[in-house]
């Protein structure tokens, strides 16, 4: 029983890293993929859709984490006042780029669809990526 509750902290904290990790390194990869199958099988209007929506959707994760990383890092005293103020400014911030690339009809809706989706693409592939880590684990 000791035992157990000994190693259920450590996993977890090496579950977190190995999550982002792989979802940092595999979005650039997914995001290249989409991209060069639409550059190749659909009109240049798809193609910036999911270019353009891929790199919005990055940036905004990668931002998120560096936001939330400084405000639960420990000793941070401000609260969650600043965390919910630059969420909210990168929220319109997309809002705004992705209301101009529709407006001015330099993407199609589908692609830039597509190109928001890696992220959540890249979260799936991690989890079946950690379920099978630990399948392992646990067979091991």
Request: charged share 15%; net charge positive; hydrophobic share 55%.
């Amino acid at each position: 029983m000791q035992k157990a509750q000994d190693e259920k902290p450590a996993s977890r904290d090496g579950a977190e890293e190995r999550i982002y990790s792989f979802v940092t390194r595999s979005n650039p990869f997914i995001l290249g993929g989409a991209a060069l199958c639409a550059f190749v099988f659909a009109p240049p209007r798809f193609f910036l859709g999911v270019l353009l929506g891929g790199l919005i959707v990055t940036v905004n994760f990668a931002l998120l984490f560096r936001t939330l990383k400084k405000a639960l890092a420990p000793g941070n005293t401000q609260g969650y006042a600043p965390v919910l103020a630059k969420y909210y400014l990168r929220f319109m911030a997309s809002a705004i780029i992705i209301f101009v690339l529709m407006a001015t009809r330099i993407v199609h809706p589908i692609g830039l669809i597509l190109g928001l989706s890696v992220v959540v693409v890249s979260i799936v592939a991690a989890l079946v990526n950690e379920l099978k880590f630990h399948s392992v684990k646990e067979a091991g």
